[in-house]
């Protein structure tokens, strides 16, 4: 089966930039989404197609895929991006995979 | 614009069926996959199963044995049923929409762009 790995937890002082990766074997081959998810709600699609924002998606936020590793980039954090931040992919043999998940700290 | 919204029993006995529907408003169900996803207390997301409005579905494998994913166009709702449910599947459980879509038999998906809200699941006697 497929696996996504991703950090635990990513610190960072508000207005600097947040990177959060997603490992997979040759990830950069797949087409990699992003979800936010703040305490006791749904998660939010952040990124879709490794790097496009949906409407409504500060520009802060990007993404890149190359390699074994997706990251997703916060510019100029502010503490409302505090959240736990998901990757997903398909994958033709494990189908819909999310990673762990990774918990964003804003200091 | 499309809003979803889960609905069932908050507490299923164990060994019994958990059942949950999604109402699709705002939208029609139409080239979409529907999806069923789930987080437990404190843990990631697991995702459990989707249809097609086709009716065509997939399930994870380590759920399959005991997962059904049904539609219902009409009422623009699908459903969820997970029998033999113990402990271990008492969740948070959020269903979604997904695009994604075959050209020269190749699979473009676009993710999971549109959520409910997630309704809880307990399983306890």
């Known amino acids: 089966s497929y696996v996504l790995t991703q950090p635990p937890s990513v610190s960072v002082a508000p207005g600097k930039t947040a990177r959060i990766t997603c490992g997979g074997y040759n990830i950069g081959i797949k087409s990699v989404h992003w979800y936010q998810q703040k305490p006791g709600q749904a998660p939010v699609m952040v990124i879709y197609y490794d790097s496009d924002r949906p409407s409504g998606i500060p520009e802060r936020f990007s993404g890149s895929n190359s390699g074994n590793t997706a990251t997703l980039t916060i510019s100029r954090v502010e503490a409302g991006d505090e959240a736990d931040y998901y990757c997903?992919?398909?994958?033709?043999?494990?189908?819909?995979?999310f990673g762990g998940g990774t918990k964003l700290t804003v200091l | 614009q499309v809003q979803l919204q889960e609905s069932g029993p908050g507490l299923v006995k164990p060994s019994e069926t958990l059942s949950l529907t999604c109402s699709v408003s705002?939208?029609?169900?139409?080239?979409?996959?529907w999806s069923w996803i789930r987080q437990p207390p404190g843990k990631g997301l697991e995702w459990i199963g989707y249809i097609y409005d086709s009716g065509s579905t997939k399930y994870n494998p380590s759920l399959k044995s005991r997962v059904t994913i049904s539609i219902d166009t009409s009422k623009n709702q699908f459903s969820l049923k997970l029998n033999s449910v113990t402990a271990a599947d008492t969740a948070v459980y959020f269903c979604a929409r997904e695009r994604g879509h075959y050209t020269n038999y190749v699979f473009y998906y676009y993710g999971m762009d549109v959520w409910g809200q997630g309704t809880t699941v307990a399983v306890s006697s």
């Open positions: 997903q992919v398909w994958d033709s043999g494990s189908d819909r995979v």
């Open positions: 705002g939208g029609s169900m139409s080239s979409y996959y």
